[in-house]
């Protein structure tokens, strides 16, 4: 079993609706959960952190977290052809080693 | 403006030849990352440090070496490049020293070695 894992794809959205991305992870220890959007060859961005169980949002981007069912997810909503991306999970493990463990990544398709 | 910054963006060198990606950052983080990526594949950490003169081995096993004699500098080096190092190379930085904050990644280095 992968630490982190995510459903690769391709999830394809219209225009205008809520796209959602899971994430689940192994070790119950972990403490912080990172949201991040790579384009087609470029490099991952920062979209979205989590720390707390419950809903975080910022803009159209809402993070999720459930610790007890060790799962984070991503809302995004009024898709846009632009949120067209592969969207990264990353999970810090806790063990105060600062290294953080990455999904392989869902590839989000927001038809026009 | 505070950034990280790697050079050069592309690469195209033949086998046996050293060579050596560069990663600076202007924010004054004291953890830095290397990551490898190949086209629609997941990351993979290959060194990592948390601040001067530390420096560890990643998940991935590398025949790079990597050093970190300045805070802002965290170059990562080639002895002997061969095809199987064609990759997409990722430098990251992190503020944090709890864990709470997430990588700022530079722009990457695509290395092709023919």
Redesign the interface.
Known sequence: QKEVEQNSGPLSVPEGAIASLNCTYSDRGS??F?W?RQYSG?????IM?I?SNGDKEDGRFTAQLNKASQYVSLLIRDSQPSDSATY?C?V?N?S?T???I????TRLKVLA | EADIYQTPRYLVIGTGKKITLECSQTMGHDKMYWYQQDPGMELHLIHYSYGVNSTEKGDLSSESTVSRIRTEHFPLTLESARPSHTSQYLCASSESTTGIYGYTFGSGTRLTVV
């Open positions: 403490q912080s990172f991040y470029k490099s991952p961005e920062l952190s720390y990264l990353a810090n806790g105060g600062y290294k953080y990455f999904g392989t990544g």
